[in-house]
C-alpha cells in the first residue's frame, strides 16, 4: 500500500516517503503562490486560479489573498463562501464547507495531526481526518479547526477559538478549547 493509499484509508503514513503527494503538495502550493501573487483588481484570474486549486466550488465565492493549502483536491466548499486573509487548508484529508459560510481572518482548518508516540512522530509519521462545517457557519478571527471535527448548521465560533471536538448545529461555541456556550 503507498503512503497516500494509507492516508486515504485513515492510517499513519509518511508524506515524504511518497513522490505522488510531493509532487501533488508541490503543485498546489506553486498555485497558491500564484494566487497570492495575482493583482487583487484581476478577480477574473483570481478566480480561475482558485478554481484550478480547489476539487469542488459553487455558485459565488471569495477568498481573500493569501491562501494557503496542501492539496486543493480534497476541498469543497458551497455557495456564497467568504473567507478572510490568511485561511489556510492543510487538506490531507478532505475539508467540506456547507454553503453561507463565512471566515474571519487567520482561521486554520488542519485535517493533519502527529501521532503522540514520540518514536512514530520522529519517523515522519502523520494522520488525517476529514472536517466538516455546516450552512450558515460563521468563524471569528483567528480560529484554528483541528483534524476530525464536524460543525452544524447555523453555528457561530467565536474569535480565538480551537475547535478540538464536533460542535452542534444552532449554538454559539467559543474557547480553547472550543465549548457550547448558548443556544443560536
Request: aromatic fraction near 10%; hydrophobic fraction near 35%; charge should be negative.
Amino acid at each position: 500500500m503507498t503512503e497516500k493509499e494509507k492516508r486515504e484509508n485513515g492510517l499513519l503514513y509518511n508524506p515524504g516517503l511518497d513522490q505522488e503527494l510531493q509532487n501533488e503538495l508541490r503543485n498546489c502550493k506553486t498555485l497558491c503562490q500564484e494566487y497570492n501573487t495575482t493583482a487583487y483588481s484581476d478577480s477574473e484570474k483570481r478566480r480561475l486560479i482558485i478554481e484550478k486549486i480547489i476539487n469542488k466550488t459553487s455558485g459565488n465565492f471569495l477568498i481573500e489573498q493569501p491562501f494557503w493549502c496542501d492539496f486543493g483536491y480534497n476541498i469543497e466548499i458551497g455557495k456564497d463562501f467568504y473567507s478572510n486573509h490568511n485561511l489556510v487548508i492543510l487538506d490531507c484529508a478532505k475539508v467540506t464547507f456547507g454553503n453561507n459560510v463565512f471566515i474571519g481572518p487567520n482561521c486554520g482548518f488542519y485535517t493533519a495531526g502527529h501521532p503522540t508516540n514520540v518514536k512514530d512522530r520522529n519517523e515522519g509519521l502523520e494522520y488525517a481526518k476529514p472536517i466538516t462545517v455546516g450552512d450558515s457557519v460563521w468563524f471569528g478571527g483567528n480560529v484554528v479547526v483541528m483534524p476530525g471535527v464536524t460543525i452544524g448548521d447555523n453555528t457561530i465560533i467565536g474569535a480565538g477559538s480551537v475547535v478540538s471536538k464536533d460542535i452542534p448545529s444552532n449554538v454559539i461555541a467559543v474557547g480553547n478549547p472550543c465549548n457550547v456556550i448558548k443556544e443560536n
